[in-house]
């Protein structure tokens, strides 16, 4: 048996109904909804962690269809494939990595919900793009610009990357890109990175920040952004 199949046949025996209807609605498979008509299998992702590191040696062909399947949880075991082997090449020359950095690019109409990307994108694209950063504008604009909800998600949680790093720059000019974005799911991202900004790297910079654009935030951007200020803080730019 292959390990493709020894992998399928895992994650067949692994099928909970309870659970895949729970998750369901979470993900708001609903019509109409962002995840209208997505499939679950009701695998959790410490479970689906582990399968990847067991099965991290896949072949990118494998994962491809793996990433191409209709279930979730088996694109997220793609994803958490991709990480490990983008991880793992991290001694390996720039060839390996932005091979799979162009991959995981070219595949993004897979990467179709919000844990699919914040599990993968500051892992794989963030991390890249912080290590060469002379692709950085390109890449970020393009995705940031998309008509694809999840590309634009993409775009700002991958400068999560660089927040882990120290730097803010990139953050900054993607959320001022979305600013304006009429998705929610954008307004969360975006307001969560900001969080971090303040958390990891300096909360006088989020403040700067939060001085010249809170007014022109979304509500559910700023609320987020601000959780971790303090309550005078908070209370100043809810009003300001």
């Not at 708001?28 to 067991?54: C, H, M, N, Q, W």
């Not at 062909?61 to 399947?69: A, E, G, I, T």
Request: glycine share 4%.
């Amino acid at each position: 048996m292959t390990k493709y199949n020894s992998l399928i046949k895992e994650i067949e025996g692994m099928e909970d109904k309870k659970k895949s209807k729970i998750l369901a609605r979470f993900f708001k498979t609903g019509k109409g909804e962002y995840g209208e008509g997505d499939l679950f299998l009701g695998i959790t992702v410490p479970e689906s962690r582990k399968l990847a590191r067991k099965y991290g040696e896949l072949a990118l062909s494998d994962v491809q269809k793996l990433l191409r399947d209709k279930y979730h949880e088996i694109r997220l075991i793609a994803l958490l494939i991709l990480v490990h082997k983008y991880q793992t090449s991290a001694r390996k020359v720039l060839a390996e990595k932005k091979k799979i950095v162009d991959f995981y690019l070219k595949n993004t109409k897979y990467i179709n919900n919000w844990d699919l990307v914040d599990l993968s994108a500051h892992y794989i694209i963030g991390n890249f793009l912080f290590e060469h950063q002379n692709f950085a504008r390109t890449v970020l604009a393009k995705l940031s610009k998309s008509k694809e909800l999840w590309e634009r998600r993409i775009a700002i949680v991958s400068t999560f990357a660089f927040i882990y790093k120290g730097e803010s720059k990139w953050t900054f000019n993607i959320t001022k890109i979305l600013m304006n974005d009429k998705h929610n799911l954008i307004h969360k991202a975006c307001g969560w990175m900001l969080r971090e900004v303040g958390k990891r790297v300096s909360e006088k910079e989020l403040s700067g920040f939060l001085n010249s654009y809170s007014q022109k935030m979304p509500r559910t951007m700023l609320r987020y952004a601000i959780e971790r200020l303090p309550e005078n803080r908070r209370l100043y730019y809810l009003n300001k």
